[in-house]
C-alpha cells in the first residue's frame, strides 16, 4: 500500500489578513522536509526547516501550499 503518512502530508493556509502573518508547522515526530507546492501541489522550492518545524511568513490576503515530509524512523 503507498498511501499513508510517511509519504508527507499537505498544508494549505490562507492568510486573510492585510499584513503579512508567521506560521510555524509542528509535529509529535520532528519534520524530515518541508517543501512550497503550487496550488496543484507540484512542488516549487524546498524550505529549511527549524529544530524540525516549518517557519514560514504568509504573505498579505494570500494562499500557501506547503508539503511536509515526517521523519518516521
Same mark, same amino acid.
Given at each position: 500500500?503507498?498511501? %499513508? ?5 499537505? &498544508? ?16 509529535? =515526530? ?7 507546492? =503550487? ?12 529544530? %524540525? &518545524?516549518?517557519?514560514?511568513?504568509? %504573505? &498579505?490576503?494570500?494562499?500557501? =501550499?506547503? %508539503?511536509?515530509?515526517? &521523519?518516521?524512523?
Amino acid at each position: 500500500h503507498d498511501d %499513508g503518512i510517511e509519504h508527507g502530508l499537505v &498544508a494549505r493556509v490562507w492568510n486573510q489578513a492585510r499584513t503579512p502573518s508567521a506560521a510555524r508547522f509542528t509535529s509529535a =515526530t520532528p519534520w524530515q522536509t518541508a517543501q512550497r507546492l =503550487t496550488h496543484i501541489e507540484t512542488p516549487i522550492e524546498p524550505l529549511p526547516l527549524k529544530d %524540525g &518545524a516549518l517557519e514560514a511568513t504568509i %504573505g &498579505a490576503q494570500r494562499i500557501e =501550499t506547503f %508539503g511536509l515530509k515526517p &521523519a518516521i524512523p
